[in-house]
């Protein structure tokens, strides 16, 4: 489903933020992606989903090598990827129903039953009255949930999921993550990026681990360790 052989990837001229990297992900699979805060996390879901190029080694999707697609063969095969980004990036002039049934839109799919089968899902993630909402008005959380029923709405092949529970509550995170796994048995396969090792520590799915991250200055370790022990004043 996903191959990556002996790819790095860096911005610009920078230091490579992903270096050597070989992997690949059978049909079918479920896996964590762990990493602290610029590990990389995002710019790797990021080469997944042909946003970026990598600047050595070779991706291959769906069994094709990714640089001989032609923009067309890109973006249809962008169709069969859903994809939560960090940021959500939803249209803000839709209201959330139009939101999440914009993928099966693109597809063509037009029936009657279609708006009922968002309101659903809509429901189902806790937005059962936010349906006609437009994502400004709604909170950090409550956008989180529309960008998630969008990615999984048309059941993807692949899912891409960036922080999806990053803006919720613990008990809701596991109902998301319940509902990735429900697509996952029917047969999607999915890649969740976070740096929450606490909640996947519930699951028994394979961990992709990003070692690099942000350097934290001493001083600011020991404060934030103080922090932890004693509250924060
Ligand atoms: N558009 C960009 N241009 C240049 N550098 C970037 C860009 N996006 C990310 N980076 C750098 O690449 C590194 C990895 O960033 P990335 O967003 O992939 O990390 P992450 O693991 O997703 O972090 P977080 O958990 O904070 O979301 C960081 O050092 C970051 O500064
Ligand atoms: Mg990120």
Redesign the pocket.
Same mark, same amino acid.
């Given at each position: 489903m996903v191959r990556f052989e002996d790819v790095s990837f860096r911005?610009?001229t920078?230091a490579n933020?992903l270096s050597s990297l070989t992997f690949h992900l059978e049909p079918g699979s479920f896996h964590f992606m762990l990493? $602290?805060? %610029? $590990? %990389?996390?995002?710019? #790797?879901l990021?080469l997944m989903y042909l946003w970026q190029k990598p600047t050595e080694g070779r991706i291959s999707l769906f069994g094709r090598d990714v640089a001989e697609l032609s923009r067309d063969e890109k973006a249809l095969m962008r169709r069969r990827i859903g994809v939560v980004f960090?940021d959500f990036r939803l249209l803000d002039h839709l209201s959330a129903l139009d939101n999440v049934a914009l993928p099966l839109r693109v597809a063509g799919r037009r029936s009657a039953a279609l708006d009922e089968h968002v309101a659903e899902l809509l429901t189902w993630v806790g937005l059962g009255d936010h349906i006609e909402a437009k994502p400004p008005t709604l909170s950090g959380g409550q956008q989180q949930r529309i960008a998630i029923a969008r990615a999984v709405i048309a059941r993807p092949s692949l899912l891409l999921a960036?922080?999806p529970t990053g803006n919720v509550d613990d008990r809701l995170a596991l109902r998301l993550l319940y509902l990735f796994e429900e697509l996952n048995k029917m047969g999607t396969t999915v890649v969740i $990026?976070t740096?929450n090792e606490h909640l996947i520590q519930r699951f028994s799915h394979p961990v992709i681990r #990003?070692a *690099? *991250?942000?350097t934290i200055p001493a001083p600011e370790l020991r404060r934030e360790a103080e922090r932890q022990h004693f509250g924060e004043a």
């Open positions: 911005y610009g920078s933020v990493g $602290a805060s %610029g $590990a %990389g996390k995002s710019s #790797l990021q960090q960036d922080e $990026a740096h #990003l *690099g *991250g942000d």
